[in-house]
Structure formats: structure tokens, C-alpha cells
């Protein structure tokens, strides 16, 4: 069984989710955001395995030093981004001054590659690298629990003005991968609310 806890932090509301299975000792994390206070109090007593990241905008990656530093836990990122974690500037802190002070960390221990399995938390996680928001946009799929980053939201889609974003790339990422998948399989998104891959396609006025 798949346990998941939400934690909505930082001044842009950035979904960071901690995943742990049957053995509650041992989990991981998936975008810790900015002022992640409330997620370290839930992971006092806990032995975080690793941080995954499904892209290293400034919003998902804000908690990442600290919690690296305090659980020595490794943090995996999609090559594209790798300088994004010490480069203010590629990772927007720069340039939301009035959001954020610049922030910057080590480069992750890990690639992510497209197909990539990782057994981590006592599940296997399967990576998509899903593009279009940012270059190295990836979700993680986990039975019927995905993780989609800044691709997919409920009823709507990321953003591609930021630097990197490309627009065909986000709708191929969305129509092509995503899309593919069950409509039963829940998504959990880097902002707002779950929702369904067969709601989405339904409803979705972006790309339904």
C-alpha cells in the first residue's frame, strides 16, 4: 500500500509529498518547497531514503538543502536541470526577488532518465521525462499513483514562459505519456488539488 501525506508550502502554495509504504520508518520525498517547516517536524523520526525532484524550479526546491543537510539524503534530478540547483538564476530565485531569496544547493547525487526504475520507501517508481514546463520535467509512476510535477494539474497545465517551457513539448508530454496511462491512475500534482487521468481527458479544457 502506497501512503501518501501533502504538504503545501511556500508563498506558491508547492505541493511536496512524503511517500512511505507498510514499513512507516523509511520514506521519500518528492519536491520539498520553500519553508518546508512542517514537513521536517513530520519527518523528525524518520529515515528519508531520498529526494526526488520532479523539476529544480526555485517553488520545488526550496527545502532541499535543508533537508538534505539534516537527513543525508541524496536528491535525484533530471540531467537537463543539474546546474539548476547551484545557479540562482536558472532555477528563477533571481528573479523573484519579491518571492524569494536566491537559493541554491549542491548538484544532485542521481540522474533521472526516461524509463528509469527506482525501488525506493519499498515501492518501485517508474520515471517519465514529461518536458514542456521545463527541460527536465520528469512525473514519477507508482501503481496508480502519479506524480506530475508542474505538467498536469486539475483542470489545467503548466506554464511554458519560463525559461526552458515549450509549449509542443508540455502537450506532447500530456497527450503522449500521461495520457497513456489508466484513467483510474490518481494524479498528484505540484500544485492544487488531485485529480484523475480520466477527468482530465474529460475535462481538461487545455488538452481534453
Known amino acids: 500500500m502506497l501512503n501518501v501525506e501533502s504538504f503545501s508550502l511556500g508563498p506558491l502554495q508547492t505541493n511536496a ?4 509504504g507498510e514499513d512507516k520508518q523509511k520514506a521519500i520525498i518528492i519536491d520539498p518547497g520553500m519553508n518546508p517547516g512542517a514537513l521536517i517536524k513530520r519527518i523528525k523520526d524518520i529515515e528519508i531514503e531520498a529526494i526526488l525532484l520532479t523539476h529544480a524550479h526555485f517553488d520545488h526546491i526550496g527545502g532541499v538543502d ?5 537527513k543525508g539524503c541524496p536528491v535525484y534530478l533530471h540531467p537537463s536541470e543539474a546546474e ?5 538564476k536558472l532555477n528563477g530565485s ?16 542521481y540522474d533521472l ?10 515501492h518501485e517508481f517508474t520515471v517519465f521525462h514529461t518536458p514542456g514546463h521545463s527541460p527536465g520535467g520528469v512525473s514519477f509512476l507508482c501503481g496508480e499513483h502519479l506524480f506530475s510535477g508542474d505538467c498536469l494539474f486539475k483542470m489545467s497545465i503548466g506554464r511554458t514562459d519560463l525559461p526552458g517551457g515549450r509549449e509542443a513539448d508540455l502537450y506532447n508530454s500530456i497527450r503522449g505519456t500521461l495520457f497513456k496511462f489508466p484513467e ?10 488531485t485529480t484523475t487521468i480520466g477527468f482530465e481527458k474529460q475535462n481538461n479544457p487545455y488538452v481534453s
Open 184 to 193: 483510474g491512475t490518481k494524479v498528484y500534482p505540484g500544485h492544487g488539488p
Open 84 to 88: 539548476w540547483l547551484t545557479t540562482p
Open 113 to 122: 532518465g526516461q524509463g528509469q526504475k527506482l525501488k525506493l520507501a519499498g
Open 17 to 20: 509529498y512524503l511517500i512511505y
Open 94 to 109: 533571481l528573479l523573484w526577488p519579491n518571492v524569494t531569496v536566491p537559493i541554491a544547493t549542491t548538484e544532485a547525487e
Open 66 to 70: 535543508e533537508i538534505r543537510k539534516l
